[in-house]
């Protein structure tokens, strides 16, 4: 894949601050990827597309989780949620790429999930703490980062449950079932 091409590409579909993320968080990922022994290249693809349907039409979106295999459940939840599920369907429609491990890390960006691989993990967290985000609590989940994916992924999970929590926000199975079993993964247990 050609990162010029794909980056114009997505740039289509994105406001200017997005794509900046976007940018980020591929540069993100690349160091993480290095680091953790994933491959660099997935995850700067997977980086670039995770955002691309963000500002889809709800409409469009709903009809693709009505009409693909995508979990029906989606649509009982907010639309924030859909965006990744709804790229790793047209990233293959749209831009042929069909690689499941790929499809997987753009899907399960916002939520995580249970058995997370480590390239779902490097884009989980490099979304979370790319340069240009600031938020209280960030600097220990970059640190994190920098030792050990795992925690900081469990961070990542913990953090975005106590945030939805404190504002009465409902969460969406697989956010727990992430932090479930990242906690399993740390400190054992059942
Ligand atoms: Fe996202
Ligand atoms: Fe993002």
């Given at each position: ?17 997005r ?15 290095n ?18 349907c ?111 929590m404190?504002?009465n ?22």
């Amino acid at each position: 894949m050609n990162k010029k091409d794909a980056l114009a590409f997505v740039e289509n579909y994105l406001t200017k601050e997005r794509f900046e993320h976007t940018k980020r968080v591929a540069e993100t990922a690349v160091v993480l990827a290095n680091q953790y022994h994933v491959s660099e290249e997935n995850a700067e693809i997977a980086s670039i597309f995770h955002d691309y349907c963000k500002y889809r039409p709800l409409e469009e979106m709903k009809r693709i989780i009505q009409t693909t295999y995508l979990p029906k459940d989606l649509l009982l939840y907010h639309h924030e949620l859909w965006h990744g599920p709804v790229a790793s369907v047209k990233i293959e429609e749209e831009y042929g790429i069909a690689d499941d491990e790929i499809k997987s890390a753009i899907y399960y960006h916002t939520t995580g999930r249970a058995n997370m691989s480590d390239l779902e993990l490097v884009v989980f967290v490099a979304d979370y703490i790319e340069p240009g985000r600031n938020f209280p609590g960030l600097d220990e989940v970059r640190e994190m980062a920098k030792k050990d994916l795992i925690r900081a992924a469990w961070m990542v999970s913990r953090n975005t449950i106590q945030y939805l929590m404190q504002k009465n926000n409902r969460i969406y199975p697989d956010t727990f079932y992430a932090y479930n079993d990242l906690t399993r993964l740390i400190h054992g247990g059942n």
